[in-house]
């Protein structure tokens, strides 16, 4: 089993930027591929973001192509979502969470383990 911890949101204005991290222990971060999610009331959880621990390639929903980027350092077991060009319907709590090895994709049912969440909120 893993457990995962995110930090890193926080309020910004529109066009600013923030790096979320996720801490991965309980198991090592090379076991499994690394997704990013975003939820806000009253709708489903989002995909946003993963990276494949295979050879590392990266995946992105089409809302934050070219503004979000995912990445990882295997030494710190930390996964990082730096979200550039915020909007504010960017708004919501963004969860990082783990699924088995090449099993991970942008469906929260894919990923076996979670974080609590941070709140990124984007407004002047």
């Known amino acids: 089993q893993v457990q995962l911890v995110e930090s890193g949101g926080g309020l910004v204005q529109p066009g600013g930027s923030l790096r979320l991290s996720c801490v991965v222990s309980?198991?090592?971060?090379?076991?499994?591929?690394i997704g990013w999610f975003r939820q806000v009331p009253g709708k489903e959880r989002e995909g946003v973001s993963y990276?494949?621990?295979?050879?590392?390639?990266?995946y992105y929903s089409d809302a934050v192509k070219g503004q979000f980027t995912i990445s990882r350092d295997n030494v710190k077991n930390t996964v990082y979502l730096q979200m550039n060009s915020l909007k504010p319907e960017d708004t919501a709590i963004y969860y990082c969470?783990?699924?088995?090895?090449?099993?991970?994709?942008?469906?929260?049912?894919?990923?076996?383990?979670w974080g609590q969440g941070t709140q990124v909120t984007v407004s002047s």
């Open positions: 990276i494949r621990w295979r050879d590392g390639s990266t």
């Open positions: 969470a783990a699924a088995p090895y090449q099993l991970g994709t942008l469906r929260p049912s894919t990923y076996a383990y």
């Open positions: 309980g198991s090592v971060l090379n076991a499994y591929d």
